[in-house]
């Protein structure tokens, strides 16, 4: 997920909120989401634990590539390796207001990231428009009033501009990258970001893990263009073949990934078996078993 919004959003049209999906998600989902606007939410910390579990078979990377054959991991950065701060998206909703808290935020969030993810893959704009829309679509399926959305994104604007939303990481992403660093394989972020990535990772004493950051504001191309990777397996001196890629959007980082070669991983914390052509992980944290790291 892009980390960045511009300076200044525009305006979420009254038609845009409640639009539906034009191929209906599958039936744990529909019904997951029905549980987010009836209120009926279940006890659990993070929405990966919801969704039913992928079999090991699929969650083991040689059903597609030979692991020892892999030298590097390029890592996409929001929802990837760094999280929304819920709670102050939370804080900001209950200063229009509106009861919230932050577990329901999360566990809404994937709705707005699934159909962001649908819109880029339909020839949406990565833009401010964009930006809102996803917010939108995270308060609507947290059950926050048509009403008071608007008030709520600027309150949203105004806390990212004075620091970053996506700043907050979990201890087991932490010691996935420690897994993967200790076998010796190479570490890079591939990240559609304003600038600020490499300060952000810093802030979150993840940047010692990277051998390089490439920050889409500073490298001037975006995922799911193919430059943006090239220019790292160049300076890395690495091979597409010897690559992954992670991230947690089809348009960004599947897409771009294949395109440049590279066997991209997804990201999807609510993810059913499914035939897929590539490998599918609830997290980051799944990813040094998958690769048989020890």
Known sequence: MKLSEPSRMAKISDDSRGTSSSSPPETSRIEFYSSLRSGSIPPYRYLSTMSTPVSDGNKRLRKWVAPEAISAVFLDAGNTLVFLDFE???????????????????????????????????????????????????????????????????????????????????????????????????????????????????????????????DSAEVGVEKPDPAIFERALEELNLRPSETLHVGDLEAADVLGARRAGIFPVLVDPAHRERPTEHLVLKSLAELPAAMEIP
């Open 88 to 214: 102050a998206i939370a804080e900001a909703v209950r200063e229009a207001r509106v009861s919230m808290e932050a577990l329901r935020l999360e566990q809404a969030e994937l709705e707005a990231r699934r159909r962001a993810d649908r819109k880029y893959m339909e020839g949406g704009a990565r833009d401010a428009n964009m930006w809102g829309l996803y917010f939108t679509w995270m308060l609507e399926a947290a059950g926050v009033p048509g009403a008071r959305i608007s008030e709520i994104l600027e309150r949203l604007r105004q806390r990212h501009d004075a620091s970053n939303l996506w700043r907050r990481s979990r201890p087991e992403i932490r010691t996935a990258l420690e897994r993967i660093q200790a076998s010796g394989r190479k570490l890079a972020v591939i990240s559609n970001s304003d600038g600020t990535c490499r300060e952000l990772l810093r802030r979150l004493d993840l940047l010692s893990f990277f051998d390089a950051v490439y």
